[in-house]
């Protein structure tokens, strides 16, 4: 009988202990699997004016479901100059996406580039989960020298003969006043000229329309230059937004700038659809690595067209016409 409890007992704790080395290696595997990021610059140490190779590298396996970071036009203090995306697989089907960004800034100091909010889902149906870049340390620096002193000695004067000393003296006065003269009738000719031809700045309306025939102009869409082109058209709407109804859309991320968009009085709702269907496309093709087709490309041109159509500022001359 105390043998038959004791193999019980024996076969009980090699139970518990099984499913206690189950759970854990379970939770190792599901531990591993989550995305591994990492963030670099190529200098941390450079001087004004140099470019500076800012990177995020994001390590994941198929399946799971990365989604792309929010681009600012700077990132902590740093001008953004260019930007892309690039990814490859290899054959055990682990993904690495590279999301790299051209910086630049015209001011010494020290720069601590934030850390991002990487989001993911481990399955389709699970919830968002996060992780978080490192923060990236950078200095800029003067190009002058250090060494070199800024306040130089003062060299003795020289001695002059008292023959010339009058008429020294002489030859710098009418200078000075023939100096004094041109000046004044420059400022003068300057000050007419800017009174009679200062130029009435144009309606935002119309800078869009200039903005929007020199970006077909340039035909990045038969380059190949496709997020360039989304880039370009949807900073186009922005700064139009900015101009026209005062709205901070520039400076802003499309999350940011559609949750103020709902709020606002200044634009009607088919307005604010077409603008937040119309820059969720551009974010698509600019983070998401999608691939436009023509139709959709011509469709993105024709609704930046149709919010400038439909909300322009309309003068008092064609009000009268109408």
Request: one cysteine or more; hydrophobic letters at 40%.
């Amino acid at each position: 009988m105390n043998k038959i409890i004791r193999y019980g007992i024996f076969i009980l704790i090699v139970l518990v202990y099984a499913e206690y080395i189950y759970a854990a290696r379970k939770t190792l595997v599901e531990g591993d699997s989550r995305p591994h990021v990492n963030a670099n610059v190529d200098k941390a140490k450079v001087t004004i004016g140099d470019k500076i190779n800012y990177k995020i590298t994001v390590d994941f396996l198929e399946g799971i479901e990365v989604l792309p970071p929010e681009i600012k036009d700077e990132l902590g203090g740093l001008a953004v100059e260019d930007f892309g995306i690039e990814e490859s697989i290899n054959e055990k089907g682990e993904i690495t996406r590279e999301i790299w960004y051209v910086l630049e800034t015209f001011n010494v100091g020290s720069y601590i580039i934030p850390a991002f909010d990487i989001k993911y889902k481990m399955k389709p149906e699970a919830e968002e989960a996060v992780v978080k870049t490192p923060e990236v340390f950078i200095e800029v620096v003067t190009i002058l020298d250090e060494n070199a002193s800024d306040v130089r000695g003062i060299k003795p004067p020289v001695a002059i003969s008292k023959s010339y000393f009058r008429l020294y003296i002489i030859i710098a006065i009418v200078f000075g006043v023939l100096a004094i003269a041109a000046t004044i009738i420059l400022l003068y000719r300057g000050k007419k000229k800017e009174i009679e031809f200062v130029p009435a700045p144009l309606p935002a309306h119309q800078i869009a329309y200039n903005e929007l025939e020199n970006l077909r102009a340039l035909n990045l869409i038969s380059e190949g230059r496709i997020k360039e082109y989304y880039y370009r058209l949807s900073n186009i709407v922005r700064y139009y937004i900015e101009s026209r109804f005062k709205l901070m859309a520039p400076e802003r991320t499309t999350e940011e700038f559609l949750a103020e968009m709902t709020v606002t009085d200044r634009l009607e709702g088919v307005h604010k659809e077409l603008i937040s269907n119309f820059l969720e496309h551009c974010d698509m093709v600019k983070f998401a690595a999608y691939g436009p087709d023509s139709r959709e490309i011509e469709n993105s041109f024709d609704s930046a067209t149709k919010l400038v159509d439909e909300t322009r500022e309309v003068s008092e001359k064609e009000v009268s016409v109408r």
